[in-house]
């Protein structure tokens, strides 16, 4: 089992920054990759940014250049920068963990709240 837990959303402006965090706990060691999901109102849950064991890194290609995805094994911590804000990036954010134990299991934390007022 893994537990996710969010945190960092808010309110901003356009054009400013947040980061959010995702601190795991449970089967580390398990987790093939990590990463942070959005939902807008309305819409489907989209990926934004993962993250790998190896550290390699993935992006939506509406959040690249302006996002980073980022990871602190020693506080097991995964990071979300999102620098330029923009209105579409409103919506809820989501972590995720991947365990690949013959078979995919997702989990998921309960996500935390971004506003871009523009």
């Known amino acids: 089992q893994v537990q996710l837990v969010e945190s960092g959303g808010g309110l901003v402006q356009a054009g400013e920054s947040l980061r959010l965090s995702c601190t795991v706990s449970?089967?580390?060691?398990?987790?093939?990759?990590t990463g942070w999901y959005r939902q807008a109102p309305g819409k489907q849950r989209e990926l934004a940014a993962t993250?790998?064991?190896?550290?390699?890194?993935n992006y939506a290609d509406s959040v690249k250049g302006r996002f980073t995805i980022s990871r602190d094994n020693a506080k097991n911590t995964v990071y979300l920068q999102m620098n330029s804000l923009k209105a579409e990036d409103t919506g809820v954010y989501f972590c995720?963990?991947?365990?690949?134990?013959?078979?995919?299991?997702?989990?998921w934390g309960q996500g935390t709240q971004v506003t871009v007022s523009s």
């Open positions: 995720n963990a991947v365990v690949n134990i013959f078979r995919r299991y997702d989990y």
């Open positions: 449970g089967s580390i060691f398990s987790i093939a990759t």
């Open positions: 993250i790998t064991n190896g550290g390699s890194t």
